[in-house]
């Protein structure tokens, strides 16, 4: 096993005495000194190739060169302003939002800090707007910290949403896990499975036009990379329509490029009333923001969505410069051209071995989910864990999240080259190979608290 320094351990030490245990999993013992591109170094010098992405933030790099040309440039400027002052930046994002996002009808905007506060915003305006009070979301969802985010997220455990006496008017529905999916079905059939059941609960238990929103992530992310089928998603969207349900498409996490496509919904052909976008839009900078329908975000009095630090100008800035990169570098082709490599790769690993059940996902929002056997599939949380904690101590950056926690998450800077991709697969593969072989102790459990 790795020996890490002194400083490291002291650090550690003090964010265990002073930082909430309420923030994070806990990865790996290393602290941050630098990062760029693809590539993040620790304390030690060490370097890392990244298949995080600060939890798929740095779609455009790490200290994206022109994010923070931009950056330093207006620096002496002022840094922000609430905006009971006008600012330009701001304005600009708005207009360019408004111009880039799908949906053939007037579009308005609204900001935040993250992508946490801009959920709880779009799902406020659905609820002022439509005067409804439930709410549709998905069994496995994420959707964020704030209390209405917890209480729509299916990820979180129930006991959580009890303690704390989350918004009660909320219903889960099944999300299709297609690797999972009834034998006898084809990824077609269970999707009008998964349909019929929210149509069945519409016309038994609670008519669909009783609901506000339906909060959905076109791919789920925390819940395991798990891809709905297309007849899934294009049936949910008319259930929306047809009942005067707002459709939320949290692209927090597949947005801006993630899957190859400025946002994964566009994969399926639906146009949301509300999207709502964060962690990439700023380039590493914190600003979030949802667009959608005028009406709908408009039926907020003034001061609904006000943050005093929001919409930051610095922020907004960054999230023009970013959104620059993406159009001009043609980041989105490039990035379904990778993905498509990277999957081709993934998947003679899954020939490779017996432990790896499916490799899934679009563009660079990649999964693959470790289990102990291909016919059981019984999920292997432990393994995975093990595999993510070899391939650090080799220098790569993966972690593991899923249903069952036993899904390797791969989402690294859209900018990635090919020789990257390669070096870094390479080091999944050996780290496979070793956790097979039991030379990863079981102790590594005690040094880290990975996602469950
Ligand atoms: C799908 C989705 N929605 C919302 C959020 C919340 O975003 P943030 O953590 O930036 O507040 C996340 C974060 O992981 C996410 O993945």
């Given amino acids: ?151 729509v997220s299916g990820s979180f455990k129930p006991e ?95 947005g801006l490029g993630r899957t190859g496509k400025m946002l994964a919904v566009e994969h399926f052909g639906v146009e949301p009333d509300l999207i709502v976008l964060g962690k990439a839009l700023g380039g590493g900078m914190p600003i979030s923001a949802v667009v959608g329908r005028k009406e709908i975000l408009d039926s907020a009095p003034p001061q609904t969505f006000f943050m005093a630090l929001s919409p930051h100008a610095l922020s907004s800035l960054a999230a023009i410069a970013t959104l620059n990169f993406i159009m001009t570098e043609n980041l989105l082709e490039k990035t379904r051209e990778k993905g498509r490599y990277m999957m081709r790769r993934l998947q003679e690993l899954e020939e490779k071995y017996e432990i790896i059940g499916d490799v899934r996902g679009l563009g660079l929002m990649l999964g693959i989910e470790i289990v102990e056997d291909k016919i059981k599939k019984e999920p292997d949380r432990k393994e995975a864990v093990k595999i993510i904690w070899r391939a650090w101590e080799k220098g790569l950056l993966i972690t593991t999240y899923g249903k069952y926690g036993n899904v390797l998450r791969i989402a690294p800077p859209l900018i990635i080259e090919k020789e990257e991709i390669d070096k870094a697969i390479d080091i999944l593969d050996t780290s496979i190979k070793d956790v097979i072989a039991g030379k990863v102790a079981d102790e590594v459990f005690d040094l880290m608290k990975p996602w469950c």
């Avoid at 995080?52 to 302003?81: M, P, R, W």
């Avoid at 303690?163 to 099944?174: D, L, W």
Wanted: charged share 20%.
């Fill in 160 to 254: 959580l949403r009890y303690n704390m006496s989350a918004y009660p008017n909320v219903h889960f529905f099944e999300f299709p896990d297609t690797y999972r999916r009834p034998n006898n079905m084809s990824e077609e059939e269970y999707g009008e499975l998964c349909l019929e059941k929210i149509e069945k609960f519409f016309e038994t238990i609670l008519p669909g036009n009783a609901f506000a929103a339906l909060v959905f992530e076109p791919i789920q992310g925390d819940g395991g990379v798990l891809v709905p089928p297309l007849n899934f998603v294009r049936g949910l969207y008319k259930l929306a329509r047809d009942y005067g349900i707002c459709f939320i498409d949290d692209e927090v996490q597949t």
């Fill in 1 to 151: 096993m790795s020996q890490w320094d002194v400083k490291t351990t002291e650090l550690i030490e003090k964010y265990k005495r002073y930082v909430s245990d309420g923030h994070a999993f806990k990865y790996f013992p290393m602290v941050i000194s630098r990062a760029k591109g693809v590539k993040i170094w620790d304390t030690n010098g060490k370097e890392y190739i990244d298949f995080l992405s600060s939890a798929a933030t740095f779609n455009v790099g790490h200290s994206n060169q022109q994010v923070i040309n931009v950056i330093a440039e207006n620096l002496d400027k002022y840094l922000h302003h609430c905006f009971y002052i006008y600012h330009e930046p701001a304005i600009r994002l708005a207009e360019i939002l408004v111009n880039l996002m799908p949906g053939n009808f007037a579009k308005k905007v609204a900001f935040g800090l993250s992508g946490s506060d801009a959920l709880d915003t779009a799902i406020k305006a659905s609820l002022i707007y439509t005067r409804k009070r439930n709410i549709a979301s998905f069994t496995y969802s994420y959707h964020g910290t704030t209390f209405m985010d917890i209480s």
